[in-house]
């Protein structure tokens, strides 16, 4: 598996957003995208799942281009997007929200068992209406919901805001699982410290611009881009 995105260009009607963003992700890899707010981070996230116009540049999943296709293809081709907010169906239960992954991804509901075996506790709720669950119940549902799609990328946008540590742990762990089993994932966070635990490599964009890319070893020798990049301070 390998997606690439090449000097991705694109925005909303007139407004240039994304204004060359380029980077590749193979299987098993998990790459953070960070950057201050407005950069660019959700759009290119959107721009991969086809929810953001591309007008020039490239997006490629195993060299085929994803240009033109609708989400619901490109969930199908195996990209699943957990938005920020998490998005789910707050009347529906937490069981028809997993079944909106299956069916989203043409796969077989036994990957719900899966989906338990990674998050317990979503078991245990099938029933509960979804908007009833707590800020990080919902997460576990998001991910699952997106993970019942069988999907080979995994696109996280800020999946850790508001959520009490213990269950940062469990979104963590999960992360780390799927890295193993050989998704891909995406994660978009603006908690640099989280971010920098789980991943591989570290793309920085700026002002819609893939600026800069570092490995999580690097930044802890020189922090610079971060400061740079994302302005924290450490
Ligand atoms: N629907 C929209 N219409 C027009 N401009 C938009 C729209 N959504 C976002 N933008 C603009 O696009 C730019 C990039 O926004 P984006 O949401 O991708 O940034 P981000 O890096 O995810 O920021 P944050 O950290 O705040 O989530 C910003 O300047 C934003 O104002
Ligand atoms: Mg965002």
């Known amino acids: 598996m390998k997606l690439e995105l090449?000097?991705?260009r694109g925005g909303y009607g007139r407004v240039a957003v994304l204004k060359g963003v380029s980077f590749a992700l193979a299987a098993g890899e998990v790459l953070a995208l960070l950057g201050h707010n407005g950069a660019g981070k959700t759009s290119t996230l959107k721009a991969i799942m086809g929810l953001l116009p591309v007008r020039t540049g490239r997006i490629a999943l195993d060299g085929a281009g994803l240009a033109d296709r609708e989400p619901h293809t490109i969930v199908?081709?195996?990209i699943a997007y957990v938005p920020q907010g998490r998005r789910l169906f707050p009347y529906l239960s937490v069981e028809e929200n997993l079944r909106m992954g299956v069916l989203a991804?043409?796969?077989d509901v036994r990957v719900l068992e899966e989906v338990y075996a990674l998050f317990p506790p979503v078991r245990e709720r099938l029933r509960q209406r979804a908007g009833t669950l707590s800020g990080g119940?919902?997460?576990m549902v998001a991910m699952g919901r997106a993970l019942a799609a069988s999907p080979r990328v995994l696109l996280l946008d800020e999946p850790f805001e508001g959520l009490q540590p213990s269950l940062v742990q469990a979104i963590l762990?999960?992360?780390g699982r799927l890295?193993?089993?050989g998704v891909a994932v995406v994660l978009?966070?603006?908690r640099v410290d989280l971010a920098l635990r789980v991943a591989d490599r570290v793309v920085f964009l700026q002002n819609g611009v893939s600026a800069h890319e570092a490995l999580p070893?690097?930044?802890q020798r020189d922090p610079e881009p971060l400061y740079r990049y994302v302005g924290v301070r450490r």
């Open 105 to 107: 991804g043409g796969s």
């Open 217 to 219: 070893a690097a930044l």
């Open 173 to 175: 762990r999960a992360i």
């Open 6 to 8: 090449e000097d991705v």
């Open 76 to 78: 199908g081709l195996g």
């Open 179 to 181: 890295r193993e089993s």
């Open 137 to 139: 119940q919902q997460q």
């Open 188 to 190: 978009v966070e603006q």
